[in-house]
């Protein structure tokens, strides 16, 4: 298994610009989540989704969308880039609500919006 | 809201030393808790994963405990090692807001030969 993908690993953007980050699992899981990591803020869930065809937004979702079509693929899109949207993201999965299952990142995702 | 804290944000160690990081949460209503390393750069991965019922979990030189009660969890490396060097971030999984995981800021170690 590959576990958790994430392309582009580098992106610079200026401002007003919109891109697609992606993500993607072979592990069937049903739960995927979406994390950005700043300095000083720690960690902060942007948008999640329970499986296919469901989604809902996390702490910081301004600025952002997401839709899962599939379980595997749960693309984030930024739709009018700005600087405070400089982050390094991360993608998450695991297998389900449940509780007792641990979350798998990523290697991230770093934007630089100019 | 829950509230993830780690103290000290960094820490330097000799070599051959135990590490011992602490993780405090300010609501006891989680899931679980998980201990994730991250190296400068990197990702995310996770070293071990702790249920709510339990009291704690190891794997090889980790060792992690967890005192719901209290809010507090500790993770324990024995004999530091450089290669260990890297930031130490603990997270909850809350029942509520679609079981995200609420982080603490990370502590910074450094293992020194």
């Known amino acids: 298994n590959a576990g958790v993908t994430q392309t582009p690993k580098f992106q610079v953007l200026k401002t007003g610009q919109s891109m697609t980050l992606q993500c993607a699992q072979d592990?069937?899981?049903?739960?995927m989540s979406w994390y950005r990591q700043d300095p000083g803020m720690g960690l902060r869930l942007i948008h999640y989704s329970v499986g296919a065809g469901i989604t809902d937004q996390g702490e910081v979702p301004n600025g952002y969308n997401v839709s899962r079509s599939t379980t595997e693929d749960f693309p984030l899109r930024l739709l009018s880039a700005a600087p405070s949207q400089t982050s390094v993201y991360f993608c998450a999965s695991s297998p389900g609500q449940v509780s007792s299952y641990e979350q798998y990142f990523g290697p991230g995702t770093r934007l630089t919006v100019t | 809201k829950q509230e993830v804290t780690q103290i000290p944000a960094a820490l330097s160690v000799p070599e051959g030393e135990n590490l011992v990081l602490n993780c405090s949460f300010t609501d006891s209503a989680i899931y679980n808790l998980q201990w994730f390393r991250q190296d400068p750069g990197k990702g995310l991965t996770s070293l071990l994963l702790?249920?709510?019922?339990?009291r704690e979990q190891t794997s090889g030189r980790l060792n992690a405990s967890l005192d719901k009660s209290s809010g507090r969890s500790t993770l324990y490396i024995a004999a530091s090692q450089p290669g260990d060097s890297a930031t130490y971030l603990c997270a909850v999984r809350v029942r509520a807001a679609g079981n995200k995981l609420t982080f603490g800021g990370g502590t910074r170690v450094l293992v020194k030969p």
């Open positions: 592990m069937n899981h049903e739960y």
């Open positions: 702790i249920q709510s019922s339990q």
